[in-house]
């Protein structure tokens, strides 16, 4: 009894311990080996992922730091953001920025307030720091993405209403862009995404997101789709964020757009999204922002690591030099319907059903979510 009344008590005490870390100080969980880190991590209250704030966004936040016109580019992850925020860029500039000294960096130049960059970081404390940080080159960071030759701002998010105060009657005219992707697609890029994260970023917060490479190409339970499917913890990210904002599809300041349907036509979409930003391109113009738009050229260009340059974790991350992503591995084809090829017969069956389950309700939607095309 007494063994057993001593192993109550450490038991009890390092409940009390992980209780106590959880509350005050739960990014030290982050030093802890996947997935411990993320379990003790999400059962104490985290986000997810751990690098994700929407603290940014609240209302009684939002006019603190925006003007009027700037533009979040608030498209689904893996259904074409940076390709989306390099675009909008390039359609802000008439596609003049030939040689990118606007663009060092996605996260440079079309800023990502979701993002935290230190552990133990929050929006408050790392907020001036996109005024103040000074690169690499000895520019200042925000003289790349406030530079007043530009018509409008361009920020990053994956969110979406109502965490986004999209219909907020007072404060700034912002305007925003959406994008969805056929789900199994969105499911395919997310298993290569993952793989994708340089081992700093990973040491950074606590080994996520792994890299499934091996896993995937021996046919084991296929994480990623366990983590997106309804019941994952990262399934907002898909199945509330196109509920969430079809919703709000005929707003005046929204844009909502398919990936399906931007790739089928390049060029009318760059139109289009020119026109709700309020640039006027003409035909010579609207050429060069298709040409540079285009996944070839992105190639080319590799400016899309991400940067983290606001991080303060010294010793563990060099904010002037260390990447989110590997080096290239951002860009890939962009292909449509091809998806469902990366996964058994019994993943592509469990998603449809998942499909039904969670559109089916509105059939429009539904139908928009799996190949895009007109609204009703």
Not at 70 to 82: C, R
Not at 114 to 139: C, F, M, P
Not at 207 to 214: I, K, N, Q, T
Not at 260 to 269: Q, Y
Request: proline letters at 6%.
């Amino acid at each position: 009894m007494a063994v057993l009344k001593k192993v109550g008590t450490v038991v009890l005490g390092v409940a009390i311990l992980i209780g106590a870390i959880g509350k005050f100080q739960p990014h030290l969980f982050m030093n802890l080996p996947f997935p411990l880190s993320i379990i003790l991590w999400v059962t104490s209250g985290g986000s997810m992922p751990p690098y994700f704030t929407q603290d940014a966004w609240a209302e009684d936040e939002i006019d603190t730091w925006t003007k009027d016109g700037d533009v979040v580019v608030a498209t689904g992850a893996k259904s074409g953001t940076t390709f989306m925020l390099y675009c909008t860029h390039q359609i802000r500039t008439k596609g003049t920025d030939t040689n990118d000294e606007l663009f060092p960096d996605v996260s440079i130049s079309t800023p990502w307030p979701d993002l935290i960059h230190s552990r133990g970081g929050t929006w408050a404390e790392q907020k001036d720091r996109y005024n103040t940080t000074v690169l690499a080159d000895g520019r200042k960071m925000k003289d790349l993405w406030d530079n007043p030759a530009y018509p409008f701002r361009i920020f990053k998010s994956h969110f979406a209403p109502p965490e986004l105060p999209v219909r907020k009657t007072d404060g700034k005219k912002i305007k925003y862009i959406a994008m969805a992707r056929n789900g199994l697609d969105f499911a395919s890029s997310m298993t290569t995404f993952y793989s994708s994260h340089s081992e700093k970023f990973r040491q950074l917060w606590g080994g996520f997101p792994p890299d499934v490479s091996e896993v995937v190409a021996e046919g084991e339970n296929h994480p990623v789709m366990n983590d997106i499917l309804p019941t994952g913890p990262l399934a907002e990210f898909y199945w509330g964020y196109i509920q969430k904002w079809w919703k709000y599809k005929d707003d005046p300041n929204v844009l909502l757009l398919h990936y399906a349907d931007v790739r089928k036509d390049l060029k009318g979409n760059v139109a289009k999204v020119a026109e709700f930003v309020g640039v006027e391109l003409n035909e010579e113009e609207l050429d060069v922002v298709t040409e540079r738009c285009g996944i070839d050229h992105m190639k080319r260009v590799n400016r899309f690591n991400y940067l983290m340059p606001l991080n303060k974790d010294t010793g563990r991350w060099d904010a002037k030099h260390d990447f989110i992503l590997k080096d290239g591995k951002l860009i890939q084809t962009g292909q449509v319907g091809k998806g469902a090829s990366a996964f058994t017969e019994e993943a592509v069956a469990k998603w449809k059903k998942a499909e039904e389950e969670q559109f089916g309700y509105d059939p429009a939607m539904l139908k928009w979510a799996r190949e895009g095309g007109a609204f009703p």
